[in-house]
């Protein structure tokens, strides 16, 4: 019996059992002993007076709007026309109520605890973080989900009006469903970081409003128009284009990769990368809080190294490799912020716990510790940007858009070895994880505007396509490199040692910085042992 649920308990299934068999016996426990904290967030929920009122408001209020649109279009347009303006609308509008209900319910999921006094009693129950931060994201995914399911059936009137499929209707929904995760699992992330659920409420609804809105025009109308490109039965400019595209699109490479691929890993992986932070922050200073992380990480690099392959290859395109250096960028960047703030060293606990597991060396390469994680910052970089750098020589047969993209990709990869040489030099010579972080941010602020800034203030914008050699510094000149090797002006081999050269040195200077911080960090670790050494030395002798 399960001594939260009062339920029979069904044990996990054997490593024997594979496939189908294993998923059924996993949904099996899933509903015989279901999560104890989903369960109380649940009965929490339904005790709630509120709770229907709001959910017969909302419906309501989305009823009445959709209507109204319906109302007005059909004065002058054909039914078919109707139904596609409302089919837009009303997603559009449940876009919106996904993308800023789903992180604001979750956002009170863990500071209410802490604010309540109720998380020191929760940490007792044994449940761990990772069962806690699940039981709380269940928690507020059934909730949006019950928006969801009451607004199904005016989500429905599209259908009867025409111009858009059922297939299409239900598939929307589908996209609302991923939506939902990603908005939750960053409430959660949010959450777990501060103590007050206002606080946590307000910081995240600041983040997720812009991010929804750039969300739904870059990616909703901007890429309208791509998608018309490529398959011409879905119309450029409406926002919900997605849906449409599953249903209507022909099957083959592109298919597979642009509307299967893509859409997973910017699903996927944000999400997991969310519910990892959660856990993280919800751990113990002295616990592990790196190994989740880290597995993150070395999943996430080689699958957008292989979407963007794959992307660039279906389309046989420069314009997708330069997409895909670009999102591996944002990536890694976003990884050398993460690892700035790792601990120099595993902490006592964690040393014990792998000695007693007998953790082997890949473990323990995942674990704590800033130059493991530099060291597989670099490994990714190089073999990321190898495969598509290697990818798109093989694949363009344009010369200059072979050697734009080959350049595009050096120049990023060469900086991002600095950007992990340089966060574990500055963790390795600070006292705390924050402060690395910051100097980060300052030096990539420096490195990308530095130099135009510098060249503004000289007024040599103008002057000539030289004078753009000063700007060879900043990891943005690759993008005017590409431009002059694809015209092929006298300056191009100018441009090009320019820009190699600026290269060469962000790479060697990255790789001094890590040798600094590799002896930096050995040293201070040394410190602190012999410290804790005499520290226990008297209490040892006293024994």
């Not at 059922?166 to 929904?173: D, G, I, N, R, Y």
């Not at 130099?451 to 004078?467: H, K, V």
């Not at 060697?508 to 050995?522: N, P, T």
């Not at 670790?525 to 040892?540: I, K, Q």
Request: hydrophobic fraction near 55%; charge should be positive; aromatic fraction near 10%.
């Amino acid at each position: 019996m399960s001594a939260q649920t009062g339920v029979a308990s069904i044990p996990p299934p054997p490593a024997s059992v594979r496939g189908l068999a294993r998923a059924r016996m996993g949904f099996s426990r899933l509903l015989a002993d279901p999560n104890p904290v989903w369960m109380r967030e649940l009965k929490a929920a339904a005790r709630l007076q509120r709770t229907p009122v709001v959910l017969a408001v909302t419906t309501g209020m989305m009823t009445l709007l959709v209507c109204s649109v319906g109302g007005i279009a059909s004065i002058d347009a054909e039914p078919a026309k109707v139904g596609v303006w409302l089919y837009h609308t009303f997603f559009s509008l449940a876009f919106a109520l996904v993308a800023w209900m789903g992180p604001a319910m979750a956002a009170t999921g863990i500071a209410a605890e802490r604010s309540g006094g109720t998380w020191e009693a929760l940490e007792l129950t044994g449940l761990g973080a990772a069962a806690i931060a699940r039981g709380k994201f269940l928690g507020a995914l059934t909730y949006v989900t019950m928006y969801l399911v009451m607004l199904a059936p005016v989500g429905a009137l599209p259908f009867l009006f025409g111009g858009v499929t059922a297939l299409e209707v239900v598939l929307a929904f589908v996209v609302l469903g991923g939506i939902a995760v990603l908005s939750v699992t960053f409430g959660l992330a949010m959450s777990s970081k501060f103590s007050s659920p206002a606080l946590a409420i307000l910081v995240t609804l600041l983040v997720s409003i812009p991010a929804s809105i750039a969300a739904y025009a870059g990616l909703g109308v901007g890429l309208s128009f791509a998608a018309n490109s490529l398959w011409h039965g879905v119309a450029a400019g409406p926002p919900v284009w997605l849906p449409t595209a599953y249903a209507r699109a022909d099957f083959g490479i592109e298919y597979l990769t642009l509307l299967v691929l893509v859409p997973a890993v910017l699903v996927v992986l944000p999400a997991w990368l969310f519910h990892e932070i959660t856990v993280a922050n919800m751990a113990a200073p002295s616990d592990d809080r790196s190994t989740r992380l880290r597995v993150w990480t070395l999943v996430a690099g080689p699958f957008m190294t292989v979407t963007c392959v794959a992307s660039g290859v279906a389309l046989n395109d420069p314009s997708w490799f330069i997409a895909g250096e670009m999102g591996l960028v944002m990536t890694y960047l976003f990884v050398g912020f993460l690892f700035a703030g790792e601990p120099l060293a595993p902490s006592r606990r964690v040393e014990a716990r792998w000695e007693r597991e007998r953790a082997g060396a890949g473990k323990r390469f995942l674990g704590p510790g800033v130059m493991r994680a530099c060291t597989l910052l670099l490994l990714l970089v190089l073999g990321s940007f190898a495969a598509l750098l290697a990818a798109a020589a093989l694949t363009l047969r344009t010369p200059s858009d072979r050697d734009g993209v080959l350049a595009l990709g050096g120049y990023a990869a060469a900086f991002l070895v600095f950007v992990a040489g340089f966060a574990a030099w500055t963790r390795a010579r600070s006292r705390s994880n924050g402060v690395p972080r910051v100097l980060l941010l300052g030096v990539l602020f420096l490195a990308f505007v530095g130099p135009w800034i510098a060249m503004a203030i000289a007024g040599i914008f103008e002057s000539s396509e030289r004078a753009l050699l000063v700007a060879a510094p900043s990891p943005l000149y690759a993008f005017h490199l590409r431009k002059v090797i694809a015209s092929g002006t006298s300056d191009a081999e100018v441009a090009v040692l320019a820009g190699s050269v600026a290269a060469v040195s962000w790479a060697v200077i990255g790789l001094g910085l890590f040798a600094l911080a590799s002896g930096r960090v050995e040293q201070r670790v040394a410190e602190e042992r012999a410290l804790r050494a005499g520290l226990e030395a008297p209490s040892g002798s006293s024994a």
